[in-house]
């Protein structure tokens, strides 16, 4: 099993999910989310940043997204865009850049999987009961074979598929790892239960 944490804003957090072996991180640009990181951490982190990474955008402008791209220099190549909203194939695909997107039942997604530039796409669990039941959906992952990211609400849900060897399940950093404000306790991250199943898997394998 493959593993991504999202929402990853400081550097000692960062730290301490790669001695955990944590294979994909996440990096949180929405302006409302708990976990957005201030760019200027996002760019000190850069030199630390040595595997697969994103860039989580939800409902920005088309210059927005292009603006922080372009900040990034040649260091956009270290990331996926990941979009959590509702927009057009044409929209994501302006970037011209590799992307996942979070599924969504409303969402144009016949057309979006059709997008030369999608990397992946995104399967929230809460959304279970509707593209479960959805052929034309699952016909276009097979003929494109596209990767699926099945995302859980909670980093304890993932202990519920910790057995599928060939699963890619991400996961955003929760509050009820904060021991202040912004401030992950390290120990509690270190002393999840999902480190030592995890490990028994890949033990097992």
Same mark, same amino acid.
């Given at each position: 099993?493959?593993?991504?944490?999202?929402? *990853?804003? =400081?550097?000692?957090?960062?730290?301490? /999910?790669?001695?955990?072996?944590?294979?994909?991180?996440?990096?949180?640009?929405?302006?409302?989310?708990?976990?957005?990181?201030?760019?200027?951490?996002?760019?000190?982190?850069?030199?630390?940043?040595?595997?697969?990474?994103?860039?989580?955008? $939800?409902?920005?402008?088309?210059?927005? *997204?292009?603006?922080?791209?372009?900040? /990034? &220099?040649?260091?956009?190549?270290?990331?996926?865009?990941?979009?959590?909203?509702n927009q057009t194939a044409h929209y994501y695909e302006s970037f011209k850049h590799p992307y996942s997107w979070?599924? !969504?039942? =409303?969402? =144009?997604?016949?057309?979006?999987?059709?997008?030369?530039?999608? $990397?992946?796409?995104v399967l929230p669990v809460k959304f279970k009961s509707q593209y479960q039941n959805m052929p034309k959906l699952?016909?276009?992952?097979? $003929?494109?074979?596209?990767?699926?990211?099945?995302?859980?609400?909670?980093?304890?849900?993932?202990? /519920?598929? *910790?057995?599928?060897?060939?699963?890619?399940?991400? *996961?955003?950093? &929760? !509050?009820?790892?904060?021991? &202040?404000?912004?401030?992950?306790?390290?120990? !509690?991250?270190?002393?999840?239960?999902?480190? !030592?199943?995890?490990?028994?898997?890949?033990?097992?394998?």
């Open positions: 099993m493959d593993l991504i944490i999202h929402g *990853v804003y =400081d550097a000692t957090t960062l730290k301490t /999910l790669q001695q955990l072996k944590v294979s994909q991180l996440g990096f949180d640009l929405r302006g409302r989310s708990l976990n957005l990181i201030a760019f200027h951490d996002l760019k000190s982190m850069l030199p630390q940043i040595t595997q697969k990474a994103y860039l989580t955008f $939800e409902n920005d402008l088309q210059s927005t *997204v292009g603006s922080f791209l372009n900040l /990034l &220099g040649n260091d956009k190549n270290k990331f996926t865009l990941e979009f959590r909203d979070f599924f !969504r039942p =409303d969402g =144009d997604w016949a057309s979006i999987l059709e997008s030369q530039r999608l $990397e992946a796409l699952w016909h276009i992952i097979q $003929e494109r074979v596209l990767p699926v990211i099945l995302h859980v609400e909670t980093l304890e849900d993932i202990g /519920l598929y *910790v057995r599928e060897k060939n699963l890619t399940l991400s *996961v955003d950093l &929760g !509050r009820e790892l904060e021991c &202040g404000f912004r401030k992950i306790d390290q120990a !509690r991250l270190q002393n999840l239960s999902i480190w !030592r199943n995890l490990n028994e898997t890949f033990a097992g394998q």
